[in-house]
């Protein structure tokens, strides 16, 4: 006989749902509100035609001759943005510095006639050029330290700096004057860079511009390190032990088939592979914008578009194995959490794991924000910025959320169909087989720039836990459901805080249209009979190496 999903308390479920819910909304939606309600125009910005034709008049004017904008991006001082989020500094540092020395610009990528490559960073607000680099090419010539260090700070002087402020480095390996000026936010001092050359027909000109304010080495060195331990534990912790569940789902993919059908998860699959291959090209700018100034910009944005292409095709395959041995895994130890299409209550089933994965999803994040706000003064976690991820890079930013759906179908059929149940019958122990697949999910997540390292890995340990008591306690739709309408809120938070009616309707349809999901695959089961049951296998498949015969203990 076999077990199936535990009936809900739904008294309990509400009320969790309603509570965290308010929570998200105090401490996640709240300030946010606020901060726009202070200033309207945050999140206000000119578009990229006018940053383009900004740096067009600017590159004609100071270069001459004429140019093209090959791509715009949105360009963040990521250092910076993170050590003011550190500090609590970035509300000063945006009246002091914000209209002169922006942390955020338009970075406008230009092409002259003669072959020239320049990068123009346009201010988001003003439309001002607030810095421009030409990368070096066949014209001109390099002056010789001392002229160039002359003609460095009479242009300083010259946009307004003062000249006994002006306190010249030493000559960098890169050739750049570099000046330290008076200007200081913390311990981050203002340094101007400025690259100098020789015309062929005698002028001189800046050819480089950057006022950039220098955070601190401990400041550097320590986010260096932390970057360094979460690189490893990305790629050697998440990404080497998923290939060897990959690897292990394909065996008792074969082992288990009596119990399972290869046509198991093939729909979710090819959903996952279809998305997160629309993302992929979504993410085309903030792969580019992460290159940084580089004449090889586009040729290698497109190289790693391509790469991340072929990379999601293989974790495709691996999701639609761990489908289908996870749900061998779990009938060949006598449960039924994942009902098939065509088994009596597949879409009573979904229809209930929907409203289980809202209330669960509510909750959810409540939790997250006050492990978060608890982090935050107790241990003093702070967040910096990654232009990847910036809603301003996408293609289309309406687009965005259904990453939501990748995250949920990928990881739940991974870590908590798969993974629960492979440690489940090695361990014969709900609770232990919940724990490592757990932690190499979060492991996944430690990259995020969020600091210290650990503080994802402490938060989604917690939160993953919970999906996998969610999971076994209300089967597979319920923790899809809520892992998805989780990530779908905060998704469509960010981009509803984008402003306009159309970023605002598209987020709230991607916060409720789970529930017309649920609903026709409700309404399309009704409709059709229930298939005759699957007869029992013949016999019984052999437990793996690891783990001993017996009935395993209750979920």
Excluded at 176 to 196: C, E, H, M, P, S
Excluded at 344 to 364: H, N
Aim: proline share 5%; hydrophobic share 50%; net charge negative.
């Amino acid at each position: 006989m076999q077990r199936g999903i535990t009936q809900p308390n739904w008294r309990l479920l509400l009320g969790a749902g309603a509570a965290g819910l308010l929570l998200f909304l105090i401490f996640q939606i709240a300030p946010e509100v606020s901060r726009i309600i202070r200033d309207p125009d945050a999140t206000r910005h000119i578009a990229k035609a006018e940053a383009e034709a900004a740096a067009v008049r600017f590159a004609e004017e100071h270069f001459g001759g004429a140019f093209e904008p090959a791509g715009t991006v949105h360009q963040i001082q990521e250092r910076l943005y993170g050590y003011l989020s550190r500090e609590d500094l970035g509300e000063d540092y945006e009246e002091r510095y914000g209209r002169q020395y922006p942390v955020e610009t338009w970075q406008v990528e230009m092409h002259g006639k003669r072959g020239e490559v320049l990068f123009v960073h346009v201010h988001m607000d003003t439309g001002e050029v607030v810095a421009w680099n030409e990368l070096p090419g066949k014209g001109g010539r390099k002056l010789e330290f001392g002229a160039a260090s002359l003609a460095a700070r009479a242009f300083a002087i010259e946009r307004g700096y003062p000249e006994q402020a002006l306190h010249l480095r030493g000559l960098p390996e890169d050739g750049t004057i570099v000046f330290d000026a008076a200007d200081q936010i913390g311990d981050a001092k203002l340094t101007l860079r400025i690259n100098v050359r020789q015309a062929e027909d005698g002028t001189v000109r800046v050819t480089s511009f950057k006022p950039v304010f220098e955070v601190p080495d401990d400041y550097a060195d320590y986010v260096e390190r932390q970057d360094q331990i979460a690189s490893i534990l990305t790629f050697a912790g998440y990404m080497g032990l998923s290939f060897v569940l990959f690897v292990i789902a394909i065996i008792y993919a074969a082992l288990l088939r009596r119990q399972t059908s290869f046509a198991r998860g093939l729909l979710l699959s090819g959903i996952f592979l279809v998305f997160y291959q629309i993302n992929n090209i979504n993410m085309f700018d903030g792969i580019r914008a992460s290159v940084g100034e580089s004449a090889q910009a586009g040729p290698f944005t497109v190289f790693m578009t391509v790469l991340q292409v072929l990379y999601t095709l293989g974790v495709a395959v691996s999701v639609w194995f761990a489908f289908v041995g996870g749900d061998g895994l779990w009938r060949s130890m006598g449960y039924n959490l994942w009902r098939r299409r065509g088994e009596p209550g597949f879409g009573a089933d979904v229809w209930q794991a929907m409203k289980i994965g809202y209330c669960a999803a509510f909750a959810l994040l409540g939790l997250q924000a006050v492990i978060f706000l608890v982090m935050e003064k107790g241990f003093g976690i702070w967040s910096s910025a990654d232009v990847t991820q910036s809603t301003l890079n996408f293609r289309w930013a309406w687009l965005f959320p259904l990453l939501a759906w990748c995250a949920a179908i990928s990881e739940e059929a991974m870590y908590r169909l798969f993974g629960v149940g492979l440690f489940k019958r090695w361990f014969r122990n709900t609770a232990a087989a919940c724990v490592i697949p757990t932690v190499i999910w979060a492991l996944g997540h430690v990259a995020y720039p969020l600091y210290p390292w650990s503080t994802r890995l402490i938060e989604l340990t917690i939160l993953g836990l919970l999906f996998c008591w969610l999971f076994v306690r209300f089967g597979f739709a319920a923790a899809l459901f809520a892992h998805a309408v989780f990530d779908l809120v905060l998704m469509a938070t960010s981009l509803m805080l984008l402003g306009g009616a159309d970023a605002i309707a598209a987020g709230i349809f991607y916060i409720v249209h789970p529930v017309g999901i649920a609903w026709l695959i409700h309404w399309w089961d009704r409709r059709r009979p229930p298939k005759p049951s699957a007869p029992a296998p013949e016999a019984p498949v052999p437990a793996a190496p690891a783990s001993a015969a017996g009935d395993p203990d209750p979920a």
